[in-house]
């Protein structure tokens, strides 16, 4: 088993920059794939972006050149880097992790607000 557990979410302007934090514990050798999903009201999750142990990386068009994954595989943490915040991008951010035995693992989430 994997827990997951968020930090850094909250109300930013738009234009603003926010920077998430995912720390994996428990079977965290199994760990293969980590990455950010988001969930805005109504809407179904979306994939943000996603990384793998060695760095290679995925990430949504629509946050292209603002967004940054990064992976800290010693501290078994991913972070999440956002900038340029829009109003849109509101939503419930998930951590999400995915082990070699195929598993699928999600965080709480974290609240993400990008108002005036």
């Known amino acids: 088993q994997v827990q997951l557990v968020e930090s850094g979410g909250g109300l930013v302007q738009p234009g603003g920059s926010l920077r998430l934090s995912c720390a994996a514990s428990?079977?965290?050798?199994?760990?293969?794939?980590m990455g950010w999903y988001r969930q805005a009201p109504g809407k179904q999750r979306e994939l943000v972006a996603t990384?793998?142990?060695?760095?290679?990386?995925v990430i949504a068009n629509s946050v292209k050149g603002r967004f940054t994954i990064s992976r800290d595989n010693a501290k078994n943490t991913v972070d999440l880097q956002m900038n340029s915040l829009k109003s849109e991008e509101t939503a419930i951010y998930y951590c999400?992790?995915?082990?070699?035995?195929?598993?699928?693992?999600w965080g709480q989430g974290t609240q993400v607000t990008v108002s005036s």
């Open positions: 428990g079977s965290i050798f199994s760990i293969d794939v």
């Open positions: 990384i793998t142990p060695g760095g290679s990386t």
């Open positions: 999400h992790a995915i082990d070699r035995a195929n598993h699928a693992y």
